[in-house]
């Protein structure tokens, strides 16, 4: 089965920083795209990030851009997410998702890892 | 980017009622439209892709339709446990987004 399990969420004060990790098994994971996505308490979900299977294209949302930083290892089956220049406004639980046959066609996520950016 | 608008914001159900969810896109995204499931703590899950084909596992009382820029989910004769919130997301191009849910609860 395919799993997908991140960690590395927490509290953090404004203008900090965080590395979350996103641990893949199930699958050939050098062979998919993956993405983050965030979704902030009671609201709906926003893209955050996109890695292709050999990192040779990566897109960040422009709220992210120049914060945040994707990277992967597909000798560890995993992926990261390197969060700086923290702010309240992104606070919120960071999902990982395998990108099918389009990138953008999130077909398994994982359960999440809370990011809580507060003085 | 493409602005994804969902109605209603809410809709309140009965089980064994069929069920119709909108989605409606700002531009054509041709059939590149996904329908997601998900239940309060949980991940979403992928329900329907190319707007109309189900993801694996899902029942078939679940069913997509359109394409260009209006969408719908619809669900044949409501369970309980369908009782979520469903999103939907294009994927055309870069930048994915979503729509803002429909939220169903029971009546």
């Known amino acids: 089965d395919v799993q997908l399990v991140e960690s590395g969420g927490g509290l953090v004060q404004p203008g900090g920083s965080l590395r979350l990790s996103c641990a893949a098994s199930g699958f050939t994971f050098s062979s998919y795209e993956l993405n983050w996505v965030r979704q902030a308490p009671g609201k709906g979900l926003e893209w955050v990030s996109y890695?292709?299977?050999?990192?040779?294209?990566?897109l960040y949302a422009d709220s992210v851009k120049g914060r945040f930083t994707v990277s992967r290892d597909n000798a560890e089956n995993s992926l990261y997410l390197q969060m700086n220049s923290l702010r309240a406004e992104d606070t919120a639980v960071y999902y990982c998702?395998?990108?099918?046959?389009?990138?953008?066609?999130?077909?398994?996520w994982g359960q999440g890892t809370l990011v809580t950016v507060s003085s | 980017e493409i602005v994804m608008t969902q109605s209603p914001a809410t809709l309140s159900v009965s089980p064994g009622e069929r069920v119709t969810l909108s989605c409606r896109a700002s531009q054509s995204v041709r059939s590149h439209l996904l329908w997601y499931q998900q239940k309060p703590g949980q991940a979403p899950r992928l329900l329907m892709y190319?707007?109309?084909i189900r993801a694996t596992g899902i029942p078939a009382r679940f069913s997509g339709s359109g394409s260009g820029t209006e969408f719908t989910l619809t669900i044949s004769s409501l369970q309980s446990e369908d009782l979520a919130l469903y999103y939907c997301q294009h994927y055309t191009h870069w930048p994915i987004t979503f729509g803002r849910g429909t939220r169903l609860e029971i009546k």
């Open positions: 998702a395998r990108g099918g046959r389009p990138g953008g066609l999130l077909d398994y």
């Open positions: 890695i292709s299977d050999s990192s040779t294209t990566i």
């Open positions: 190319g707007a109309d």
